[in-house]
């Protein structure tokens, strides 16, 4: 580790050091409600679509009162469809409409609407935890990736939680790809935050460059 990648890492965390579910409008808690809009926010950033589609579907979703799995689960496919598309969600509007509703259901039977259910049947054990996650309807291994990345920030026995995705983005930005060496370099930034950042960088070739162009 050098310099050269405290400065890549720190213009990157500058500039996109946001959570996702920070960016979708979420103040998350460790609570029902903003855990669950955080699955939400999962499920919808697993299809290939646009992250910013993803996030501007999750706020309709929200504005339409969507924001637990009872109300999710009670809604009118039709009136999840149309948040959808609201948010510019139109490619995979129908089959997540369907998505959602299934995965309210489950949330509901299965965990009683409280996803820190899930976590307690997990024992807090992480492989557990991707296995469970993998259980709602349209989250695969990715998806379960998007929920704990950003989940670390409630829930500390996660952290520091660093997915291939993430390890990709500093692949890209020439910094090492050992969790623990990255989770060092940021020094006192959030691993979430620290997560997100190299997602973006990631997903955003641009994004990268500019990050290594302003570091020197």
Same mark, same amino acid.
């Given at each position: =580790?050098?310099?050269? #990648?405290?400065?890549?890492?720190?213009?990157?965390?500058?500039?996109?050091?946001?959570?996702?579910?920070?960016?979708?409008?979420?103040?998350?808690?460790?609570?029902?409600?903003?855990? !669950?809009?955080?699955?939400?926010?999962?499920?919808?950033?697993?299809?290939?679509?646009?992250?910013?589609?993803?996030?501007?579907?999750?706020?309709?979703?929200?504005?339409?009162?969507?924001?637990?799995?009872?109300? =999710?689960?009670?809604?009118?496919?039709?009136?999840?469809?149309?948040?959808?598309?609201?948010?510019? !969600?139109?490619? !995979?509007?129908?089959?997540?409409?369907?998505?959602?509703?299934?995965?309210?259901?489950?949330?509901?039977?299965?965990?009683?609407?409280?996803?820190?259910?899930?976590?307690?049947? @997990?024992?807090?054990?992480?492989?557990?935890?991707?296995?469970?996650?993998?259980?709602?309807?349209?989250?695969?291994?990715?998806?379960?990736?998007?929920?704990?990345?950003?989940?670390?920030?409630?829930?500390?026995?996660? @952290?520091?939680?660093? #997915?291939?995705? @993430?390890?990709?983005?500093?692949?890209?930005?020439?910094?090492?790809?050992?969790?623990?060496?990255?989770?060092?370099?940021?020094?006192?930034?959030?691993?979430?935050?620290?997560?997100?950042?190299?997602?973006?960088?990631?997903?955003?070739?641009?994004?990268?460059?500019?990050?290594?162009?302003? @570091?020197?």
């Amino acid at each position: =580790m050098t310099s050269r #990648d405290e400065r890549v890492l720190r213009e990157l965390l500058d500039a996109h050091g946001c959570t996702f579910a920070e960016e979708a409008g979420i103040t998350l808690r460790d609570t029902p409600q903003p855990l !669950y809009r955080l699955l939400v926010l999962a499920v919808l950033l697993s299809a290939r679509i646009r992250g910013s589609v993803a996030v501007a579907a999750a706020r309709e979703l929200q504005r339409a009162g969507l924001r637990d799995p009872r109300r =999710m689960a009670g809604s009118a496919w039709q009136e999840r469809v149309d948040a959808l598309g609201r948010g510019g !969600y139109r490619r !995979y509007d129908e089959r997540t409409a369907t998505l959602l509703g299934d995965g309210a259901e489950l949330v509901l039977d299965r965990w009683g609407g409280d996803l820190r259910r899930l976590r307690e049947e @997990a024992g807090g054990q992480l492989p557990r935890l991707r296995r469970l996650l993998q259980e709602v309807p349209g989250l695969g291994p990715a998806g379960a990736g998007i929920f704990l990345r950003e989940v670390q920030r409630v829930w500390p026995g996660v @952290a520091p939680f660093l #997915d291939p995705k @993430a390890l990709s983005g500093a692949e890209r930005l020439g910094l090492p790809t050992r969790p623990e060496h990255l989770v060092k370099l940021a020094g006192d930034a959030e691993p979430a935050v620290l997560a997100a950042a190299l997602v973006r960088a990631a997903l955003d070739r641009r994004t990268a460059e500019e990050c290594l162009r302003r @570091a020197g």
